[in-house]
């Protein structure tokens, strides 16, 4: 439990860098403005959980503090009139607490939140991950995963996304590399004043590789990158039993 508070205090420290509210101040911003706004956003709310095809098992639970870094195009008119002090970061920085469950037949659930300090963004999400294979000591574990994400606390902005992946991983010792593919998609629509924009539904395609460390038993480090037209980076520290 130490090692997890140790990283949750390092997860917390790491986000001021998007300490930012979002709200629309400027009335020319345009409609192909918007939506390429809505994907990068969009993606940065997205919930990847960062974990192994390998199901959790009936008795199994995974808890962990984590961040995720979303590559943003910061030098856009967008991303200057949409973020409160004109001045974005390069970067989406979202923490998050994840819990992760095994349930009978083969099957995981999880939650996440996520609110940025002194921002109003707060995200919640949820998942379901079913394996096809469990994996075995010379055979990958194949998986497929849902996930839901849906942005809170920004007045001006209704945000969702809904994802479908297929994942691989393979357990060698204490470590456990994994890879997929995913289908992102990013509902995003205005509930502003000063403009009117046409709703946004766009879809994302993106490749993702990660590691699971297991450095000490029960306690995992995993790093993820998603590559795709908005690159994601995440690492996570947790327990997994």
Same mark, same amino acid.
């Given at each position: 439990?130490?090692?997890?508070? $140790? *990283?949750?205090?390092?997860? +917390?420290?790491?986000?001021?860098?998007?300490?930012?509210?979002?709200?629309?101040? !400027?009335?020319? +911003?345009?409609?192909?403005?918007?939506? !390429?706004?809505?994907?990068?956003?969009?993606?940065?709310?997205?919930?990847?959980?960062?974990?192994? #095809?390998?199901?959790?098992?009936?008795?199994?639970?995974?808890?962990?503090?984590? +961040?995720?870094?979303? @590559?943003?195009?910061?030098?856009? &008119?967008?991303? &200057?009139?949409?973020?409160?002090?004109?001045?974005?970061?390069?970067?989406? *920085? #979202?923490? %998050?607490?994840?819990?992760?469950?095994?349930?009978?037949?083969? =099957? @995981?659930?999880? /939650?996440?939140?996520?609110?940025?300090?002194?921002?109003?963004?707060?995200?919640?999400?949820?998942?379901?991950?079913?394996?096809?294979?469990?994996?075995?000591?010379?055979?990958?574990?194949?998986?497929?995963?849902?996930?839901?994400?849906?942005? /809170?606390?920004? @007045?001006?902005?209704?945000? @969702?996304?809904?994802?479908?992946?297929? +994942?691989?991983?393979?357990?060698?010792?204490?470590?456990?590399?994994?890879?997929? $593919?995913?289908?992102? %998609?990013?509902? #995003?629509?205005?509930?502003?004043?000063?403009?009117?924009?046409?709703?946004?539904?766009?879809? $994302?395609? %993106?490749?993702? *590789?990660?590691?699971? =460390?297991?450095?000490?038993?029960?306690?995992?480090?995993?790093?993820? *990158?998603?590559?795709?037209?908005?690159?994601?980076?995440?690492?996570?520290?947790?327990?997994?039993?």
């Amino acid at each position: 439990m130490k090692r997890i508070i $140790i *990283a949750a205090i390092f997860v +917390l420290s790491a986000i001021s860098v998007f300490a930012q509210d979002i709200k629309f101040t !400027d009335s020319t +911003l345009t409609q192909s403005e918007f939506e !390429d706004f809505s994907k990068e956003f969009g993606v940065g709310l997205s919930f990847n959980p960062m974990s192994p #095809a390998e199901p959790l098992g009936v008795t199994g639970f995974d808890v962990s503090t984590e +961040l995720v870094i979303t @590559d943003i195009n910061d030098n856009e &008119k967008y991303w &200057k009139t949409l973020v409160d002090d004109g001045d974005p970061s390069s970067f989406l *920085a #979202a923490p %998050r607490i994840h819990a992760q469950k095994g349930l009978p037949f083969k =099957i @995981d659930i999880g /939650a996440m939140y996520s609110q940025i300090p002194d921002s109003n963004v707060q995200i919640w999400g949820v998942e379901l991950k079913y394996a096809i294979l469990e994996g075995s000591t010379v055979t990958p574990a194949l998986s497929i995963r849902g996930t839901y994400s849906k942005l /809170a606390g920004v @007045d001006d902005l209704d945000v @969702d996304t809904q994802s479908g992946e297929i +994942l691989i991983s393979k357990g060698f010792l204490m470590l456990t590399p994994y890879a997929g $593919i995913s289908a992102l %998609r990013v509902n #995003a629509s205005e509930n502003s004043d000063i403009v009117e924009f046409d709703d946004v539904h766009e879809i $994302i395609y %993106r490749g993702l *590789a990660g590691i699971q =460390i297991t450095p000490f038993p029960l306690f995992v480090i995993n790093f993820e *990158a998603s590559v795709g037209e908005v690159n994601q980076y995440g690492i996570k520290a947790g327990l997994r039993f």
